[in-house]
């Protein structure tokens, strides 16, 4: 690992020339193996390398650091460069609220192995050593919070060319690093997934330029513009406009903004060791008339493969639909984060913990939430047992845990180490997932059985509990409806019952007997102290939802738990009144409880709050708050309002198996359960997936009383075909219809 000796603005260029040895035949392969305390670009020969973008990413760099390695042989000439291009990412550069930078460490470094074989075996490797020099490069400051700064007069491709003079470079030196820590790149690189044109550019009633891109991404504006050397045209970020000027507030301290400086020729800038969460750009400066074709919107996200796909004869459903699927890949950035664009960017547990199992039907993510995992694990390991707020886990080196009480276990966002493995393993059937989690599932589990009060409840202690009730005020977020002992334990029941079953899968008796009784304790001081005929502590949808669907209730109990929650629902106008931790489970548990029809009202309501409240107001994202902007048009008043936050989102599981239909009946739908239930407005619904086992697709119209059902699946994939009012029938392979009447017209 080497570092430049001058800083160069935190920007470095490393070089190193070499030639080729002779007398060993034509070059038959070659491979370059990178990675950076910050962020890197290879180049060789005057040539990026690779279209991959903020390498080796966020991980818990105090225990791992990911290296990329890219076949290189078309780019090897017999003098050969090698030029990495280093930037401060989230090794250090701004993270979390309080203006901090450099948490992990002072000092930017990078380390490169270039191997060449020849065509008699012969390999040639050159390293990172002090014979390499840096140098500037043209970017002179780079934030992923703030934006980048270039300067076109400094820009050229030479440095990473043979015969490159070097002025103004200097010598490296070596870090003190352990190469134990360098791990293989195991989940997709980030690169650009897509490029939009503005469709707007206009004038604001401050007389400021505005840009329209028409949808909320995560990215920057690739910019190419002609003008006098020296002059700057700075471009602003921001996802909303309020009273027509940009709405930064909701960004906080992120500057978001990139500044160019122009070279006297066409240049053409794409800041590529920043990002930024924007639907809008205010941009000054511009020498002369600004045309659409001087800018483009560039998306990134990791490089995920599609897999599931939904379509309605609602339009409004179908754009929420959407939302949720550009909020996913916007902030599925390396890892999977709450927002693009704020002073935060982290990777919430809680937010993940709800939408896994959106995320695994939408996108193949088994490899990327298994990356994720690994770090969750090494954080917990060094940590007591303790699933942190935010994995990697930055609050730890801030003076407070980013406002919060000291980091200990919390319900929903500490069960992300149990929930999300559990859900890749329903997604895609691989239980070695639950093998390399099973040791951090079960010691979150045995750290919350250690905070159980004497009754046996999880009652004390620091709770987010149902996060962002929209019934809790904008300033404080926390203060929901939801008894966050309630939540909390039901929390705890449902982990403790999916660890006895991953250990009973994994064939580990005693574990399973453990976590078995454990669940059974939890359930017994659930009931006996928050259930009273059916009625629950605080009665609250949240509350109904969570026990509900984690089965902690039974007989009558059950029963009158789901008339109360239809009933609840019915009172709040079929308008949402749950937050984080009841979103996900509430129309499951309408439709377990034979609320079907509640289900779909509360999916299809149009007024505030309301999944579709946002679409009618131009959302292309998934919002944080159910409100985050008001119907006059205002932002909300809570000093956190973000644009694109999946969590919320997380409703779209239920669409697909509820709605389309798809289900996995054995993890990772080796055998399926075709269950589509109709309801609401919807004629007609189209869903497909991608799995393991094949492309399976339901398409369901339904005309007065005659539902009719289109399946297409798999050869060698069984399961069950359950319509309503019909006895379960065996699902066939290939394209099958069936139409029935439905007793009672939906």
């Known amino acids: 690992m080497i570092s430049a000796d ?5 920007a470095p260029l490393f070089r190193k020339e070499f030639t080729l040895g002779r007398d060993h035949g034509d070059v038959t392969a ?4 990178v990675s950076a305390l910050g962020v890197v670009e290879p180049w060789i020969n005057g040539q990026r390398v690779s279209g991959d973008l903020l390498t080796p990413g966020w991980s818990s760099y105090e225990w791992r650091l990911r290296y990329a390695t890219y076949d290189v042989r078309h780019l090897i000439g017999p003098t050969t460069v090698i030029g990495l291009a280093v930037g401060n990412g989230w090794y250090r550069g701004r993270l979390g609220w309080t203006g901090k930078s450099a948490l992990y460490g002072p000092e930017l470094g990078t380390i490169a192995q270039l191997d060449v074989t020849f065509a008699d075996g012969t390999t040639q490797t050159i390293v990172t050593d002090d014979t390499w020099t840096a140098g500037p490069s043209a970017v002179t400051a780079n934030d992923l919070y703030d934006g980048q700064t270039t300067d076109a007069r400094r820009q050229h491709d030479a440095w990473a060319r043979p015969n490159h003079a070097g002025d103004g470079w200097s010598g490296v030196h070596h870090l003190d690093f352990d190469r134990d820590l360098l791990t293989p790149y195991t989940s997709p690189p980030v690169t650009r997934w897509q490029s939009l044109e503005p469709v707007s550019i206009t004038t604001s009633p401050s007389g400021k330029t505005l840009v329209d891109f028409g949808q909320n991404i995560v990215g920057w504006i690739r910019v190419e513009v002609t003008g006098p050397a020296g002059h700057e045209v700075t471009l602003r970020h921001a996802e909303v406009l309020e009273h027509g000027e940009l709405g930064v507030r909701p960004l906080r301290t992120a500057k978001a903004t990139d500044t160019h400086i122009l070279s006297g020729h066409a240049d053409v800038f794409e800041p590529t060791l920043t990002f930024h969460g924007f639907r809008y750009a205010e941009i000054t400066g511009w020498p002369g008339e600004l045309r659409a074709e001087n800018l ?8 995920l493969q599609a897999t599931g796909t939904f379509h309605s004869s609602n339009e409004l459903l179908n754009t929420f639909h959407d939302n949720v699927i550009r909020g996913m890949r916007g902030n599925f950035v390396d890892i999977p984060t709450d927002c693009p664009q704020r002073d935060e960017r982290m990777g919430w547990t809680g937010d993940i913990a709800a939408f896994a199992p959106t995320a695994a039907f939408l996108y193949d993510v088994e490899a990327f939430l298994a990356e994720w995992l690994r770090n969750l694990a090494l954080e917990q390991a060094h940590h007591d047992g303790i699933i942190a707020y935010v994995i990697p886990d930055v609050l730890k080196y801030l003076d407070t845990p980013g406002g919060f009480p000291a980091t200990e276990s919390t319900a929903v966002w500490s069960d992300a180490g149990v929930w999300v493995p559990w859900a890749l393993y329903q997604a895609y059937g691989n239980a070695d ?12 589990v045995r750290r919350v059985e250690s905070l159980l009060s004497p009754n046996g409840l999880w009652d004390t202690g620091f709770q987010f509990g149902d996060w962002l009730d929209p019934d809790a005020p904008p300033e404080n977020p926390a203060k929901a409806k939801a008894d966050t002992g309630v939540v909390a334990t039901a929390c705890a029941y449902h982990s403790a019952s999916l660890v006895a079953q991953a250990a009973s899968i994994l064939h580990k008796a005693a574990e399973a007997a453990e976590f078995t009784a454990l669940a059974a304790r939890l359930r017994a001081a659930f009931n006996g102290q928050y259930v009273d005929q059916g009625r629950i502590v605080s009665d609250c949808t949240t509350v109904y939802a969570l026990a509900i669907v984690f089965g902690l209730l039974d007989g009558a109990d059950l029963t009158a738990a789901g008339d109360r929650l239809a009933g609840l629902t019915e009172e709040a106008g079929y308008r949402i009144s749950t937050g984080f931790a009841g979103t996900p489970f509430i129309t499951d548990a309408l439709t377990m409880t034979g609320h079907v029809g509640h289900a779909y009202r509360l999916l299809l309501e149009e007024s505030c709050p309301s999944w579709l409240y946002p679409v009618t107001m131009g959302a292309t994202t998934v919002w944080e708050r159910w409100d985050s902007m008001l119907p006059d048009g205002t932002i ?3 000093q956190m309002t973000s644009f694109n936050h999946y969590a919320l989102g997380a409703v779209a599981d239920w669409m697909h198996r509820v709605v389309g239909g798809i ?3 054995t993890p990772g739908y080796g055998e399926l359960l075709i269950a589509p239930q109709p309801g609401g407005d919807l004629t007609e619904v189209d869903t497909t997936l991608v799995t393991r086992h094949g492309r399976v697709a339901v398409h369901w119209s339904l005309s007065g009383d005659r539902f009719t059902v289109q399946t297409d699946i798999p050869e060698g994939v069984g399961g069950v075909l359950r319509l309503p009012g019909q006895g379960d029938q065996p699902l066939r392979a290939g394209v099958n219809t069936m139409t029935v ?6």
């Open 741 to 746: 009447s439905l007793s009672v017209p939906v």
């Open 30 to 33: 070659a491979t370059l193996t």
């Open 433 to 444: 997932i639950l093998a390399a989690q099973f040791e951090s599932m079960t010691a979150h």
């Open 6 to 10: 001058l800083d160069f603005d935190g």
């Open 663 to 665: 289900a996995p009946l």
């Open 636 to 638: 909300n008043p809570g």
């Open 296 to 303: 483009r919107a560039v998306a990134i996200s990791s490089n």
